[in-house]
């Protein structure tokens, strides 16, 4: 089975502008994750999807949001660009998440998106 | 929410000995422990994992072990090599209170294995 891939693999924007990220799971997987990795704050969560609902959300501001299609792919959007917001947005893909009280499934990263907003 | 403190933040060992990092977390509910190893520029890869109904798992020179009442874990690398070179990771799954599970990570080990 192909991996998790997201695009584009590298973006420059500048303050203000927004951006969309794409990441599309393994075939198969439900449940797309997405993180942001900074070298001073780690691997943040960001929000979850499942069946094209928002599942879990983490503490992030209402500028990042996402969505899921039906065939699992999902974006993710930052409006209003700030310098801070310079990062890699890593997806992770699984099964699912969850069910029957318990997680099911192991996460699969995909290679990321370096954003660099100038 | 959870609250997931890994140390030691980085870590030297001379090729061949061990390697040991620990993670302790807040939340007693919390029952899938995994581990990631990212290499410079790369994406993070799954490298072993535990739950919280086992003490211990092993594969090969890599090792976990839980303690679920002092809610600490320890990933354990032997017979350490130049290519063990990484940044890794420890991550604690639990209930998110949305009726689903949200995975914490610590904020990572960089481990350098000198040849």
């Known amino acids: 089975k192909a991996g998790v891939t997201q695009t584009p693999r590298y973006l420059i924007k500048t303050r203000g502008q927004q951006v969309t990220l794409s990441c599309s799971p393994i075939?198969?997987?439900?449940?797309v994750s997405w993180y942001q990795q900074t070298p001073g704050q780690g691997l943040q969560f960001l929000f979850e999807?499942?069946?094209?609902?928002?599942?879990n959300k983490g503490n992030f501001p209402g500028r990042f949001s996402g969505r899921q299609f039906s065939n699992s792919r999902s974006e993710m959007n930052v409006s209003t660009l700030e310098l801070g917001d310079s990062a890699l947005y890593l997806c992770?893909?699984?099964?699912?998440?969850?069910?029957?009280?318990?997680?099911?499934?192991?996460?699969?990263f995909g290679p990321g998106t370096r954003l660099t907003v100038l | 929410g959870e609250n997931v403190e890994q140390h030691p933040s980085t870590l030297s060992v001379q090729e061949g000995d061990s390697a040991v990092i620990k993670c302790t977390y807040s939340?007693?509910?919390?029952?899938?422990f995994p581990w990631y190893k990212q290499e410079l520029g790369k994406r993070p890869q799954l490298i072993i994992d535990?739950?919280?109904?086992?003490g211990e798992k092993k594969d090969q020179r890599i090792a976990v072990t839980l303690n679920k009442t002092a809610k600490h874990f320890s990933l354990h690398i032997t017979e350490t090599q130049p290519e063990d070179s990484a940044v890794y990771f420890c991550?604690?799954?639990?209930?998110?209170?949305?009726?689903?599970?949200?995975?914490?990570f610590g904020k990572g080990t960089k481990l350098s294995v000198i040849p």
């Open positions: 992770a893909s699984s099964l699912d998440r969850g069910l029957a009280g318990e997680s099911t499934d192991t996460q699969y």
């Open positions: 075939s198969g997987h439900r449940s």
């Open positions: 999807y499942f069946s094209e609902t928002q599942r």
């Open positions: 939340d007693s509910a919390s029952n899938y």
């Open positions: 535990i739950r919280s109904n086992v």
């Open positions: 991550a604690v799954e639990g209930p998110s209170g949305a009726g689903s599970y949200q995975l914490t």
